[in-house]
T-cell receptor, first 115, second 112 residues
Framework: GAGVSQSPRYKVAKRGQDVALRCDPISGHVSLFWYQQALGQGPEFLTYFQNEAQLDKSGLPSDRFFAERPEGSVSTLKIQRTQQEDSAVYLC?????????????FGSGTQLSVL | DQQVKQNSPSLSVQEGRISILNCDYTNSMFDYFLWYKKYPAEGPTFLISISSIKDKNEDGRFTVFLNKSAKHLSLHIVPSQPGDSAVYFCAASLPSGSRLTFGEGTQLTVNP
């Protein structure tokens, strides 16, 4: 597709359930980012990949959060044993090159609700 | 510790007038600043950026001003159009950084 695609669009999980969120970046984009956006707040950085290498995961809030991009294209963000505070919109973004000064292209996000 | 702040949650202007959105930051090491626009149920889209070596960047109806001594940037939209109604986020990055730090956003409403 022409843009960054995320699925599912909405996810409702029971507390304690594991979830997996998928991101298809723009074809050929080297850099991929995950952000978490709580209601009424700006996006907060979670993690960054350059091709298949996860170069920065310092924004992941706990060891329940795990991200991968095994072949340097599609990425999955996994949250284990979900808790209510994990409820947020999870945004994926990609950019053509390595530098952060490249503008990011965001997907529409996955809205996660943990009950 | 909110390093990028947008103190106005909302702004309402008349069509054709100027919209001015403000953003303050605390980290003097930030060297690149961006504005993103977000419509409901969509991801943010890039609008305009500015490097810390400049104090102004213009793109059509959009101009971003950077005041490094005050750690303040602003986005001017002239003339404002109803289609500009959206949430606007400012963001900043460190040299060779791997992340953007976003403000909380300002909801702009342009009334016809």
């Amino acid at each position: 597709g022409a843009g960054v695609s995320q699925s599912p669009r909405y996810k409702v999980a029971k507390r304690g359930q594991d979830v997996a969120l998928r991101c298809d970046p723009i074809s050929g984009h080297v850099s991929l980012f995950w952000y978490q956006q709580a209601l009424g707040q700006g996006p907060e950085f979670l993690t960054y990949f350059q091709n298949e290498a996860q170069l920065d995961k310092s924004g992941l809030p706990s060891d329940r959060f795990f991200a991968e991009r095994p072949e340097g294209s599609v990425s999955t963000l996994k949250i284990q044993r979900t808790q209510q505070e994990d409820s947020a919109v999870y945004l994926c973004a990609s950019s053509r090159n390595r530098g952060l000064n490249e503008k990011l292209f965001f997907g529409s996000g996955t809205q996660l609700s943990v009950l | 510790d909110q390093q990028v702040k947008q103190n106005s949650p909302s702004l309402s202007v008349q069509e054709g007038r100027i919209s001015i959105l403000n953003c303050d930051y605390t980290n003097s090491m930030f060297d690149y600043f961006l504005w993103y626009k977000k419509y409901p149920a969509e991801g943010p889209t890039f609008l305009i950026s500015i490097s810390s070596i400049k104090d102004k960047n213009e793109d059509g109806r959009f101009t971003v001003f950077l005041n490094k001594s005050a750690k303040h940037l602003s986005l001017h939209i002239v003339p404002s159009q109803p289609g500009d109604s959206a949430v606007y986020f400012c963001a900043a990055s460190l040299p060779s950084g791997s992340r953007l730090t976003f403000g909380e956003g300002t909801q702009l409403t342009v009334n016809p």
